[in-house]
C-alpha cells in the first residue's frame, strides 16, 4: 500500500465528538455529519513521509483493540514492525530472484505476522529513527536498500554469500537503529515475545475479509496485489454481506482495519469526505450554463465536472461494478486506515467515520467521513475481531 502525497490544510475546526455522542459538526464544505456511533481509540499518528499507511493502520487498529478490552492507552512501535518486513521482504525478494516487489508497501496483515514471528515493543522502547528525528521519512532509506537488493539479486552466482543479510541489517541499524532484544517497560523486563504476550491480544481472533467474484465467496483466496509480499489469505464473501460485518463491528464496539482505494476523484481528503460522485455530463447543459462552461479552461472544465459542494447523487455499487473497478485496475490498493465509527450527513445519506495517519492538521483533525457508496466500491479489504461477525455470516464462514 503506498501512501498519496498530498499538502494538508489546516484548519479552524474544533474536532468535539466523543465516543457515542451525536454530535453535528459545522462544516464549510456543503456538509454537516452528525456522528450515530464512535467506538474509542487511541490518537492520530503522522506517517509523514513514508509508505508505511499497512503500519499505521493495523497498529492503530490493534491499540483500540487493547483500549477496547482493557480501558488502557499504549501506543505499539510502528519502527519495529517496518525493520523487520523490510529485512524479511528482501529475503523473500532474493529467494524470487527480484520477481516480486520490493518496497516499503505492505498489507495490513504485515502487522499480526511481525506481532506472532517476532512480537512487539511499544514506540517508546523504540521508534525506528535516528539522528533526533521526529517523524518518519524513509524515501532515503528505501532507496537505498532497493538498490542493495538490486545488486545481489543481479550478482547472484551458484552460492549466494550469506554477508549480504549482514550488510542488509547493518544498512537498517544505521537508518532506523538496532532492535532491542531485552527492554525495561513500566519497571518490568521484556523481550518483544514476552512483551507481546503481555498484551491481551490473541491473533487467533481476527480475520481478513473482503468480497470479489473471481474466487468462490465462503473460502479463503490470496489477493493478488503487489504489496500482499506475505501471499496472505483472506476470506471472501458477498459485498452485501462485507458491509453487514463493519456495521456489526462498529454497533458493537469494534475497530475495523480498512484498506482501500483512495485516488478517486471524490476522495477529498482535506475537506473531509470521500464520496463516489458522478462526473457532470456536458451535454445536459443548456442555456446560460452552456455559455458558462464554455467560457471556462480545460482545467476549470475537468474540476467542474467533479465539484461537490454538499451531499449529491453517486454512482449505484454493485458486485458487478465493485469486480469490474478491481479487474480494470480502477481500485487500486492504495491506503491502509481504520473505520471508527458511522454518521450520517445533513440529508440523512450513510458514512463511515475514519481513522488516518496523516497528521491532525486538516478539517477533522486526523479523520473523515466515507460514504456508503464509496466504501462498497473501493474497499480491497478489512481486518477485524472475529466476534464482530454476525453469527449468520459467521457460519457461512466456517468459523
Known amino acids: 500500500m503506498k501512501k498519496l502525497f498530498m499538502t494538508m490544510l489546516a484548519a479552524g475546526v474544533v474536532f468535539g465528538a466523543m465516543a457515542d455522542d451525536k454530535v453535528v459538526i459545522p462544516d464549510s ?63 523473500k525478494y532474493i529467494r524470487m530472484d527480484g520477481r516480486i516487489n520490493f518496497a516499503e508497501g505492505g498489507s495490513g496483515l504485515d502487522v499480526p505476522y511481525v506481532w506472532e514471528t517476532y512480537g512487539m ?14 517523524k518518519f521519512a524513509t524515501a532515503e532509506l528505501t532507496n537505498t536498500l532497493q538498490s542493495y537488493v538490486g545488486v545481489i539479486n543481479k550478482n547472484q552466482m551458484k552460492k549466494l554469500s550469506p554477508a549480504w543479510i549482514e550488510g542488509f541489517k547493518g544498512i537498517l541499524d544505521a537508518y532506523m537503529g538496532k532492535l532491542p532484544e531485552t527492554f525495561v517497560y513500566e519497571g518490568k523486563t521484556y523481550t518483544p515475545k514476552s512483551y507481546a504476550a503481555s498484551l491481551p491480544i490473541n491473533l487467533n481472533d481476527y480475520i481478513s475479509i473482503t468480497s470479489f467474484t473471481h474466487h468462490p465467496f465462503y473460502k479463503p483466496f490470496m489477493m493478488e496485489v503487489a504489496d500482499n509480499w506475505l501471499w496472505g ?22 475497530p475495523v482495519d480498512w484498506a482501500a482505494d483512495v485516488s478517486e476523484k471524490g476522495f477529498k481528503w482535506r475537506k473531509g469526505y470521500a464520496l463516489l460522485v458522478k462526473e457532470k455530463d456536458e451535454n445536459d447543459l443548456t442555456g446560460t450554463d452552456r455559455e458558462r462552461w464554455e467560457q471556462l479552461s480545460d482545467k476549470d472544465r475537468e474540476e467542474q465536472k467533479w465539484e461537490i459542494k454538499g451531499p449529491c447523487p453517486e454512482q449505484e455499487v454493485t458486485q458487478e461494478s465493485r469486480q469490474l473497478g478491481f479487474d480494470n ?24 467515520k475514519v481513522q488516518n495517519s496523516w497528521d491532525t492538521n486538516q478539517l477533522y483533525h486526523g479523520f473523515f467521513y466515507v460514504s456508503e457508496a464509496y466504501f462498497l466500491a473501493k474497499t480491497i479489504d478489512i481486518y477485524v475481531n472475529k466476534e464482530a461477525i454476525p453469527a449468520n455470516i459467521a457460519k457461512k464462514m466456517g468459523i
Not at 46 to 75: A, M, P
Not at 333 to 350: F, P
Request: aromatic share 12%; proline share 2%.
Open 121 to 134: 515493543v511499544p514506540n517508546e522502547v523504540y521508534t525506528g529513527m535516528t539522528y533526533g528525528d521526529k
Open 233 to 254: 489469505s483472506y476470506q471472501n464473501v458477498p459485498l452485501d454481506e462485507l458491509k453487514a460485518i463493519v456495521d456489526n463491528a462498529i454497533d458493537k464496539g469494534y
Open 29 to 91: 464544505t456543503g456538509f454537516k455529519f452528525t456522528d450515530v456511533k464512535v467506538i474509542k481509540t487511541t490518537p492520530v499518528k503522522d506517517q509523514n513521509k513514508s509508505g508505511t499507511c499497512w503500519c499505521y493502520s493495523s497498529n492503530t487498529f490493534f491499540e483500540d483493540e487493547i483500549l477496547r478490552k482493557t480501558g488502557k492507552e499504549v501506543h505499539l512501535s510502528e519502527g519495529f514492525v517496518v525493520n523487520h518486513c523490510y529485512l524479511d521482504k528482501a529475503i
Open 329 to 352: 485496475k480502477e481500485t487500486t490498493d492504495d491506503h491502509g486506515m481504520v473505520i471508527v465509527g458511522r454518521a450520517v450527513d445533513q440529508e440523512g445519506n450513510k458514512y463511515y
